[in-house]
């Protein structure tokens, strides 16, 4: 079971930290966020052992990173933009781009950044 929280209403450039709790261990964790109206996309991952993937969009603002014993991953995200605004998903699976390489979901936590 993955739980996901953190997200709320952050002014544009603002920063918001996400956070996923796993139930038990995991191995490769993923971001993924779905904007009103927009398919579910990739926004990074990263493996048990700390390599990390970004979509192109988030590269340089949001960090990914994970705390192996609390079997929690974090999504820093910083300079955030009006579209960023979306539902925030973790899922835990490989540590793929692809939405079908992850066979556990969080419930999502809603970020909405305000221009």
């Known amino acids: 079971q993955l739980q996901a929280s953190g997200g709320g209403l952050v002014q544009a450039g603002g920063s918001l930290r996400l956070s996923c709790a796993a139930s038990g261990r995991t191995f490769g964790m993923g971001w993924f966020r779905q904007a009103p109206g927009k398919e579910r996309e990739f926004v990074g991952s990263?493996?048990?052992?700390?390599?990390?993937y970004y979509a192109d969009s988030v590269k340089g603002r949001f960090t990914i990173s994970r705390d192996n014993a609390k079997n929690t991953v974090y999504l820093q995200m910083n300079r955030l933009k009006p579209e960023d605004t979306a539902v925030y998903y973790c899922a835990a699976g490989t540590r793929g781009r692809f939405q079908y390489e992850y066979d556990l979901w969080g419930q999502g936590t809603l970020v909405t950044v305000s221009s």
């Open positions: 990263i493996s048990w052992s700390y390599v990390t």
